[in-house]
């Protein structure tokens, strides 16, 4: 699950840096950096509201411990 999580982070990323510079090349570097926050408050809003409404895995309780 964490190792998902690293490639998904991963791959979010070089999306990003893919249409930064898109958008650097067409509109300029300050549009492309707001682009690149607006799009960044919006992820971080995305992730609040999945977070909370996922449960926190619980630990595993081995077998010789019980």
């Not at 998904?8 to 650097?24: A, H, I, N």
Request: cysteine-free; proline content about 3%; glycine content about 4%.
């Amino acid at each position: 699950l964490a190792n998902d999580h690293f490639k998904l982070q991963s791959d979010s990323l070089k999306l990003t840096k893919k249409y930064f510079g898109k958008v650097e090349k067409a509109l300029g570097a300050n549009t492309a950096a707001r682009f690149v926050q607006v799009m960044n408050q919006v992820n971080l809003l995305i992730d609040v509201q999945i977070a909370a409404s996922m449960p926190l895995i619980e630990p595993v309780v081995e077998e010789a411990a019980r």
